[in-house]
């Protein structure tokens, strides 16, 4: 069974951190494309970050750059979401998804029509005062 769970979420004051992560497990997600989405209810859902199996730059969206980056932990089979300086708009529920359809290399397309094939369950991130 393909599986990926996300962990690490909770609630965080304007201008803390926290790193998500995402454990795969019945495939090796080191040779995947990971991407981190979001979700409000009422909203559609959102890419905002991904990264390719190979060396390319990895995608993201303009409101998380210099705040959001992504690593990979081969060994424990697990991606990681580091997410700095959070303002109340990151709040949502984040979910790690992966494919190995589309290459080694996450593309803007992929990142904003969700291109992927095997979901987390979603992390809840409650940024607020």
């Known amino acids: 069974q393909l599986q990926l769970v996300e962990s690490g979420g909770g609630f965080v004051q304007p201008g803390g951190s926290l790193r998500l992560s995402c454990a795969a497990s019945g495939f090796t997600l080191d040779s995947h494309v990971v991407g981190w989405f979001r979700q409000v209810p009422g909203k559609e859902r959102e890419g905002v970050i991904c990264d390719g199996s190979g060396d390319g730059r990895p995608n993201w969206i303009d409101s998380v750059s210099g705040r959001f980056t992504m690593s990979r932990d081969s060994a424990k089979n697990v991606v990681y979401l580091q997410m700095n300086s959070l303002t109340p708009e990151d709040t949502g529920v984040y979910y790690c998804?992966?494919?190995?359809?589309?290459?080694?290399?996450?593309?803007?397309?992929?990142?904003?029509?969700?291109?992927?094939?095997?979901w987390g369950q979603g992390a809840l991130v409650t940024v607020s005062s």
């Open positions: 998804a992966s494919t190995d359809r589309w290459g080694d290399h996450c593309s803007g397309d992929m990142l904003r029509t969700g291109a992927f094939d095997i």
